[in-house]
């Protein structure tokens, strides 16, 4: 039997558990600290992986603000390179890149603070939107936004600065919820056109936010069924805003192949529909919810040769669409028989935004990465948070008031210490390129790409011999080499690990391998205007330059916007002393690239040049 003195503490416990744990707002100031605290190390990061296309090497992004309008209306991936296949419009985590870029400079550490700042509010407007849609569960809605915020999968998203798409989305997504529910419960037209331009937001951040169309009708016909206008109108809105984006986007990306799938990045494309991308997508399905249980091991690329491709005759195929069909199945007869349960809502939400990526319906650019699961995943952490407090609650913590279960806490603090602690160690390995994909290989030592990176990272980080006439870091060049010759051996039609080798045997005058492994790349690609140009300054090195200037006017005609083929025109026609020639493709490389300084020596050499000839002609 308890004592006086006992109950007057458990009492004053319980008092003091509710003044601070029940006020919504201090449990968001909590979870924005914790979300911040995991993440905090990731500000010592440099860039790392797809920021080279985003943010160092995009041409309209370091334009600053003079770039944002370009940005409004032009492929993702356009100040990067032009010839990217299968194309994609999210424009405004560009707009903010190229915003930092002017307030800032090329500064990974603001990046870097943005992402967290940002996925510490989407932590936040998680908790915020499921404690509106679920009142009187705030503990559970703090538990779930807790997993959320540890869990090491999001890595990814958080510490590679080019995943603020993914971040932006989020948050967008969710405000718009947010706007629509307070439309739904007042009844202001400006919620309901706060509501849409959210949303527009979300979809300009990342196109896959499509998948709310699917979320929104089953949350304002099921679980916010008020006032039926309301809710008519507010799904009439997102199919609105949806329309308008999808329209914009195609006008934008007219003329690129929107569908194209390389094989590399996602084998699925090469594979059986029946036979093997069927089943290996289920696989896949499986490996996801894996690693939302398991988080370990996490990898940067998915590429090819990570996951074999199998049929269905693999047992783990089967393990994998046993528990999705249990999901499924348990979703629809927990809708029927209550229509605003919280576990179908997790299960709904989840399956909704992972289906997107899940290569059964059609193919998309990757066959598996950790960053498609953001969203997905707080549904699963919905579903856990809610299935937990139902295993461990009773009616003693039901009369205690309490924010969380005593017993919960003896599963959530290790899981938290755990993942807390993974995540922090995953962020490190987000250090830069060389620290990631050195560790990332030992994890994926079958992964093509991650070992052409690797070495592309060792070749271009040291100085070739050649060029300095030291030969110190030629061992480190050479394990770079070997590096991209594994990613060869692995994947022998990888024509960008061919054309990058060429190149470096080209700068140390190597030739005869240059030679052979640009041809390499022109045999698998033979429309690749880079690896045209490349071989034809292997010839003009060699001083062919007949052979140099047939290649250069073929790349020049399929591509006769890029100004690197303009100037080796020019150089070539310099080399064959062919000055009026020069002199026009020198001005056209101007022309296109005005702070070209090299091409604007050259012109004022070559018009020296022509009026000494055409003095000497007089005479």
Not at 148 to 172: C, G, Q, Y
Not at 461 to 480: C, M, Q, V
Request: proline letters at 3%; charged letters at 15%; aromatic letters at 12%.
């Amino acid at each position: 039997m308890a004592s006086v003195s006992d109950k007057v503490v458990n009492n004053t416990g319980d008092r003091m558990n509710m003044s601070f744990f029940s006020n919504a707002k201090g449990l968001c100031i909590i979870l924005f600290i914790i979300s911040l605290a995991v993440y905090g190390n990731t500000l010592f990061n440099g860039f790392a992986v797809d920021d080279l296309a985003m943010i160092e090497k995009n041409t309209i992004v370091q334009k600053g603000f003079a770039g944002i309008p370009e940005l409004m209306v032009t492929p993702r991936l356009a100040g990067f390179d032009r010839n990217i296949v299968n194309e994609n419009y999210r424009p405004l985590s560009l707009v903010m890149f190229a915003a930092e870029y002017q307030l800032f400079g090329e500064n990974a550490f603001t990046g870097h603070l943005f992402n967290i700042l940002f996925f510490a509010c989407c932590v936040v407007l998680l908790f915020v939107f499921l404690n509106r849609l679920f009142p009187h569960s705030l503990g559970m809605w703090f538990i779930a936004a807790l997993l959320f915020a540890l869990h090491p999968i999001h890595t990814e998203v958080v510490a590679n600065i080019k995943s603020r798409d993914e971040l932006m989305s989020f948050f967008f997504a969710f405000s718009s919820l947010l706007a629509f529910m307070s439309y739904q419960r007042q009844g202001s037209i400006l919620k309901l056109m706060a509501g849409g331009c959210l949303l527009m937001l979300a979809f300009l951040s990342k196109e896959t936010v499509i998948s709310f169309l699917i979320v929104v009708p089953v949350l304002f016909y099921s679980y916010l069924n008020g006032h039926k206008m309301r809710s008519h109108l507010v799904f009439v809105s997102s199919i609105t805003v949806a329309a308008i984006f999808l329209i914009i986007r195609q006008m934008v990306l007219k003329g690129h192949d929107t569908t194209a799938v390389p094989f590399l990045d996602n084998p699925l494309a090469g594979a059986g529909i029946l036979t093997q991308r069927i089943p290996t997508a289920i696989l896949v399905l499986g490996m996801y919810l894996k690693l939302l249980l398991v988080p370990w091991p996490l990898i940067s690329d998915y590429s090819y040769n990570t996951i074999h491709t199998v049929g269905f005759g693999n047992i783990w195929v089967w393990f994998a669409l046993a528990a999705y069909l249990v999901a499924a199945i348990t979703m629809v007869l927990r809708l029927i028989k209550k229509p605003k349960d919280p576990l179908a809502f997790g299960i709904l939400f989840y399956l909704a935004n992972l289906a997107l990526f899940s290569n059964l319906f059609f193919l998309v650019y990757s066959e598996m990465a950790e960053r498609l699961v953001f969203f997905a995943s707080a549904g699963f952490c919905i579903f856990v948070a809610v299935l937990l407090f139902r295993v461990f609650s009773s009616a003693e913590n039901l009369q205690s008031k309490r924010l969380v279960p005593v017993k919960l806490w003896w599963v959530i603090l290790p899981v938290s210490l755990v993942f807390s602690t993974l995540t922090i160690l995953r962020s490190a390995e987000w250090k830069n390129d060389s620290v990631l994909l050195s560790a990332d290989t030992k994890k994926a030592p079958e992964n093509a790409r991650l070992w052409h990176s690797l070495g592309s990272v060792k070749i271009l980080n040291e100085p070739t011999p050649a060029s300095t006439g030291d030969t110190s870091s030629w061992s480190i060049t050479r394990l770079g080499i070997d590096d991209i010759q594994r990613s060869i051996a692995i994947y022998q039609d990888n024509y960008k690990a061919h054309l990058d080798i060429g190149n470096f045997f080209r700068n140390i005058g190597q030739y005869d391998s240059a030679e052979y492994h640009i041809k390499e790349s022109l045999r698998i690609k033979p429309d690749l205007t880079a690896a045209l140009s490349d071989l034809g300054f292997v010839y003009f090195s060699e001083q062919k330059y007949n052979e140099a200037l047939v290649l250069a006017r073929n790349a020049w005609r399929k591509d006769s916007k890029e100004p690197t083929i303009m100037f080796n025109m020019g150089m070539i026609f310099m080399q064959m002393k062919e000055f009026d020639s020069a002199s026009v493709w020198m001005q056209r490389t101007l022309d296109a690239q005005p702070d070209n300084k090299m091409a604007a020596e050259y012109l004022t050499m070559l018009q020296n040049a022509l009026r000494k000839t055409d003095i000497t002609g007089r005479k």
